[in-house]
């Protein structure tokens, strides 16, 4: 009998939860300014060529102003990733919970896996901000930061599944997951595609081979 069937509990491994208050306060009229300046400025002249003093510029509020509510560029990443970034980790999370009792969990990886990819080839370059800000000045790993974490336990779970179905080959679950989210990183998508013309076609399939095909029990 399937042990994932028989007693899987979902919160035996806990999504961590969605925490829309750590974006600022969007009906602060100082903050939907910033946001509109910062959109502005990085479709002008892309993220790297944006400063914070520009973006205060912009946004005609003064540097202090700026810093009370963002404390750096990956701050106002994540505020304008926010609504995109929290319907598609809800949209995973749930396709988890709905999928629970189906028998085709290579096939659930295999689409979660291509669902990632579509939105890191929407947002790397916010991505790849969000990411550098967070473990720079913070001094954290990647996996730190919330929607890694929420993603991770995605996969995580994922994983298990297949191994619970008897097609993993020998290997922990949680190591592969994690694995898979450095992986599925913007820093590697941005570099694939700048330095190899590589497409989103050629990194999924690379990713799929790794993570499904590699993976799989034979």
């Known amino acids: 009998m399937n042990p994932r069937k028989q007693g899987s509990n979902?919160?035996?491994?806990?999504?961590?939860?969605?925490?829309?208050?750590?974006?600022?306060?969007?009906?602060?009229?100082?903050?939907?300014?910033?946001?509109?300046?910062?959109?502005a400025l990085f479709t002008e002249n892309g993220l790297e060529g944006v400063s914070m003093y520009g973006i205060a510029k912009r946004a005609?509020?003064?540097?202090?102003?700026?810093?009370r509510r963002f404390t750096d560029k990956g701050e106002i990443c994540s505020a304008l990733l926010s609504t995109s970034s929290e319907r598609f980790l809800?949209?995973?999370?749930?396709?988890?919970?709905?999928?629970?009792?189906t028998d085709s969990s290579i096939e659930e990886l295999r689409s979660s896996i291509e669902q990632v990819v579509d939105f890191i080839d929407q947002h790397a370059e916010?991505?790849?901000?969000?990411?550098?800000?967070?473990?720079?000045?913070?001094?954290?790993?990647?996996?730190?930061?919330?929607?890694?974490q929420r993603l991770n336990a995605v996969m995580a779970e994922r994983l298990r599944r297949v191994a619970d179905d008897g097609k993993l080959i020998a290997i922990d679950?949680?190591?592969a997951a994690t694995s898979l989210i450095a992986v599925l990183s913007p820093d590697l998508y941005l570099y694939q595609q700048k330095l190899h013309g590589s497409g989103k076609k050629d990194i999924l399939e690379g990713i799929l081979t790794l993570f499904v095909t590699g993976l799989q029990r034979s």
């Open 126 to 148: 916010l991505l790849q901000m969000i990411k550098s800000e967070f473990t720079g000045k913070k001094q954290l790993t990647q996996f730190e930061h919330p929607i890694f």
């Open 10 to 39: 979902p919160s035996s491994n806990p999504i961590p939860p969605s925490n829309p208050s750590s974006f600022r306060n969007n009906q602060d009229p100082y903050v939907q300014r910033i946001l509109e300046a910062a959109r």
């Open 90 to 101: 809800t949209r995973l999370e749930q396709e988890l919970q709905t999928t629970l009792e």
């Open 60 to 67: 005609g509020i003064g540097q202090g102003s700026l810093y």
């Open 173 to 175: 679950p949680h190591f």
